[in-house]
Each structure stands twice: as structure tokens, then as C-alpha cells.
């Protein structure tokens, strides 16, 4: 069905073709998370087939953007970048633009684009994704500002074409929405309840992967430790998909994310301790310090038992990475409070610490709260945020100085002659090499902490 459509689609752009002498061309732009990146891949794949080419945002003759709504700014960027796209589109008449990602699942954003925006012509939303074939097939026939976004999944399309941004390593979703409802959290709310996907479905997608060249996964979902919860049949818990994973042939290295903390089982500990190809890195956001805090975001965990957490992932795997959120300026945050935040940071020796300033989110528990913290002691706190986590950022990642470790050679450094590559712990190392070394595990010797990066030369074996 779909791919009749886009057969379709490619037979009218073929035609557009013709008519301009020169190949149509696309432009899709990405905001948010690794998933949000991960559906673009399918964007990509779906305009591909329906006959457009890759090009630039100043060229292109569709450009969609896949939006973000977790923090306002993202929203803002969103309205920002409109305004270039009407002037874009004054001089360049036949150009069609479309949203579509998380902003559309809300209904004050669709409203403001149905009335200030006109000029967009398709919006739809996270659940319809896989209507984009059709919609972009009523589009190619003429039909103006078509919107359609739905307040739920009837499910995912297993077999989307797609266009990897990297071909030695991919994302693969292993479940989708969520069910925690953190109070300041709107993904819930744009991403629906959580589905989890048939694990034969998911372990076929990876061998396939495997056979097409890919030596790294990314397994993908908001809380990936409450993976096999809602699926028909025998249970299976994400430890056991993990390793399932983990055994096929030709793979090489298995990330996920993310983690919750209040999921995380003894059995993925030990799953990750005796494993090899699972990496040793691992996404724990924290969000707050402080116990009293965590219980007003609903987080379901307190400082204590994260901290007993850590102290146990460290003891079965010595050398892992922890990653983890932060916010500052929730609602009610007290001085007392942000301290232990702080605190907590110094005692878990994070590699590095992705800091937020709370947003106010339209529809979420935390957004009617009545204690907001004042703009200016955010900002304030925020600047003493950032100068901890620099400082046990680099302490704990220059702990790899002078070692080797094998790299996946990811791409080329925008300074000439320097390649880039991760260690399994995700930490960024650049070094003098070429282009052919570009998907290949290659041993580095780590010579200079940067702050949060490497500085290294390959080794010869
Ligand atoms: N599912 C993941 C997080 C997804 S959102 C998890 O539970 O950990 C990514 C991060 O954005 C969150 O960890 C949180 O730190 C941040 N975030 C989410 N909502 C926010 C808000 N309203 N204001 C500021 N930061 C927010
Ligand atoms: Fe948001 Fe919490 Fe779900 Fe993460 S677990 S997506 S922070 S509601
Ligand atoms: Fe943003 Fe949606 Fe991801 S709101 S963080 S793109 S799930």
C-alpha cells in the first residue's frame, strides 16, 4: 500500500522534474532527541522513494521540519525559522513546506499555525508518521494546507524506508510514548502511552542492519527498563532483548537509551557486566539532588537509592560512563535543595552532565504550580551548575589518559587532516587519519584530556 503510493509520488515528481529540468530536491531538518533523529531517517527514506533527491535548505523544493517541544526555546526556534521559510517562499513560489514531530501534537500550536502561518502546507503528527506516503501524495496533487495530526498511534509501520545518516551505525526504536508522567515532562502527552515492539520484529530490523554493514545499535525508547511490560505472550525484560542483541554475528557494539533509574534492574547490571559488545556507557538522568524534589517531579526514586544505584553499577562494571539531566528551577527548588544537586553531582563522577533550566510546559502538572522560581535565581543557579559539572566532567573523563581503547571512526574533523571517533564509553576522541578509516574500530591511545574530548593518535597493532 505504501510503497504503491510512492511509486505514485515518484511518477508526479518525475513529471515536476521534467517540467523544471533538474531533479526535485528535499531538506528535513531535525530538532530534539536521538528518536526524533531516528524518524527523520524515515522522513528521508520516504521522500527518496517518492522520487526527490537530498539538498540544501536554500535550494530545496519540500522542506519539512521535524520539531521538538520538550523545552520552550525548541518551540521557539520552530516559530523563528518559519518566518525564513515565508520569506524563502516568496521567492520561490513552488516550494512546499511541512511540520510534523512532537510540536504538532499540541493543540495551541496547531492553532497558531492554521491561523498566523498559512503559507505551511501539510502539518501532521508523532502518530501518523507513516501516513506521510499519502499525505504527501494529496500534497503533490494540489491540495492546500492539509492537517492532520491524531491523538493516538494505531500502531507503528514495521517497513519504512529510510536513509541512515551514518552507514556503519544506526538507531533501532525498541519502544515508543511513555507512561511516567514526570510532572514537567510533556512527552507523554506528544508521544502517547508506551508500546513496546515485538522483539523478533526488533532483532530482524538489527540482523538486517547487520547484513546492510552496521556495527553499531543504538537500542531506542524514553525509558528502555520498562522494555516487554505491555507486550502479548511470554515477558521478555530488556536485559534478555539486550543480549539477544548483543549475540548477532557481525555486530560489534550495542548502546541504548535511556534509562530510568527507578527500572533499572540488577539483571541488566550483570547482563552488562558479562557482556562485551554492550557498551560501557550508560544515560541515567537524575533530574534533581534532592529527594524531596524527585518526589514532586515524580520520578519515583530518591537521592539515596540513585546514589545506591550508581555505587552498584560501578562495583560490577569499574570502568563505566554515567551520563545523566539535570534541571535547575523546578518549582519549589530551595537553595537547600539545588545544594544537594550539586552534591550529588561531585559524589557520581558523571563523564559529562546535560544541564536544563526548567520550562514551563502548557498541560503538565508542574506548569500550574504556584512556587515558580524566579527567572533570575534560575539563571544564577544555572552559572554554578555549569562551572560543577565542568570541573567533575574533566576530572572524571581525563581518567583514560594514556590508555588505548578501541574506537569507532565516526567522521572527519572539521580540522583538516583529523578523523573523529567514540570509544565504547561514548567519549569523543579526534586524530590524525583518513577517510578510509571512516566505520572501522581502530585501537587509540588517548594522549590528552581536552575537557570533555581526546586528543590521540592511532596505534599500530
Ligand atoms: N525519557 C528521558 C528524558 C527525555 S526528555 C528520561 O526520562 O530520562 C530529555 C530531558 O529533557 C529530560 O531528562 C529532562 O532533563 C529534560 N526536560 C524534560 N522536560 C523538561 C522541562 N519541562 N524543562 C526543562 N527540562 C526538561
Ligand atoms: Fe518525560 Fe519522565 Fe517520560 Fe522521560 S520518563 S520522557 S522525563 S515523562
Ligand atoms: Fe523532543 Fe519529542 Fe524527543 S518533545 S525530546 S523530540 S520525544
Redesign the pocket.
Known sequence: MQESIMNQNAALTAALSVKNGRPMTYHVATFGCQMNAHDSEKLKGILMASGFVEGSEDEADFIIYNTCT?RENADLRVYGRLGYLNGLKKKRPGLKIALCGCMMQEAHVVEKIRRSYPFVDLVFGTHNLYTFPELLNRLLKGEKQIIDVWEDGAGEAESLPSVRNYTFKSGVNIMFG?????T?????YV?GRERSRRPEDILDECRRLVSEGVIEVMLLG??VNSYGKNLEGEPVSFARLLKEVAAIEGLERVRFM?S?PKDLSDELIEVMASTPKICHHLHL?V?SGSTGLLKVM??RYSREAYLDLVARIRAAVPDISLTTDVIVGFPGETEEDFADTLSLIEACGFDSVFTFEYSRRTGTPAASMENQVPAEVVKARFSRLLETVRKTGQKAVSRFEGQILPVLVEEKNREEGLMTGRTEHNILVHFPGDDAMIGRILPVRLESCQGFYYLGHICKE
Open positions: 520538550v511513555c507512561n511516567n508522567f514526570c514537567y515532562c510533556i512527552v507523554p508521544r524514553q525509558n535511556t530510568h538522568p533530574q515524580n520520578r
